[in-house]
C-alpha cells in the first residue's frame, strides 16, 4: 500500500498548481499515468486525482471547482465504476460526470461539453459586442434627443446598439477627441 501510495504521490507533477482543473478518476496507476498524460498534451488542467471507484466524496471534492471555474466542475471517469448515490449528487450539485472505457472517448465527450459551454458564452456576449464601422452623414433630421441622421455606411457592419460618436482632432495637438452621442 505504501508503494502504491508513493506512485500515487508522484503524479501531483500533473496537478494544475492554480487549483483550477478536471476531477480525473482511473481503475489502476497505468491507466491514470495514461490519461494525466494525454490531458497534458491537450493542455486540460487537472485539480485532482484518485484511483478507483467515484464515491460522494469524489464529488464534493470536484464541487469545490463550481466557484473557482464552473466549466471545469467535472469528473473524467476512466474505466470505473460510478456510486449510484455519486452520480444523484452530482445531478444535485451540477458536477457533470464523464465515464468511458476508452481515453479518445472520454477526451472526445469532455471536448463536446467544452465546446457547449463555449458557444453559450458566445451567444451571451453578442449582445454586448460592438461592431466598429464608419458611416458619413448625409442628411440631418434632427438635432435635438433623438438625433435622427442619414447616412452612408462607409466600411463595417451597422448594427442595432452599436455605439455612436465623432471623433474630432485638434488642429494644434493632433490629439483625437471622442464624443459620444448614443447608440443606434
Not at 43 to 61: F, H, T
Request: charge should be negative.
Amino acid at each position: 500500500m505504501d508503494e502504491i501510495m508513493s506512485d500515487l504521490k508522484g503524479m501531483e507533477e500533473y496537478i494544475d498548481q492554480t487549483g483550477r482543473g478536471v476531477w480525473v478518476q482511473a481503475s489502476t496507476l497505468g491507466s491514470l499515468e495514461a490519461l494525466l498524460e494525454f490531458l497534458r498534451s491537450s493542455k486540460i488542467p487537472v485539480m485532482g486525482i484518485n484511483i478507483g471507484p467515484v464515491y460522494k466524496r469524489d464529488i464534493m471534492r470536484c464541487a469545490a471547482m463550481l466557484e473557482k471555474a464552473p466549466e471545469y466542475a467535472v469528473v473524467l471517469s476512466f474505466d470505473v465504476e460510478v456510486d449510484k448515490d455519486a452520480k444523484k449528487l452530482a445531478d444535485e450539485l451540477n458536477v457533470k460526470v464523464f465515464e468511458a472505457q476508452i481515453i479518445y472517448h472520454l477526451f472526445d465527450a469532455f471536448t463536446a461539453y467544452m465546446a457547449e459551454i463555449m458557444e453559450a458564452r458566445r451567444k451571451d456576449a453578442a449582445p454586448n459586442a460592438v461592431w466598429p464601422c464608419r458611416l458619413k452623414i448625409l442628411a440631418v433630421f434632427a438635432k435635438r434627443d433623438p438625433i435622427v441622421v442619414g447616412v452612408d455606411i462607409i466600411e463595417g457592419t451597422l448594427r442595432a446598439g452599436t455605439p455612436i460618436c465623432v471623433v474630432r482632432t485638434d488642429k494644434e495637438t493632433g490629439k483625437k477627441d471622442i464624443i459620444p452621442l448614443g447608440k443606434m
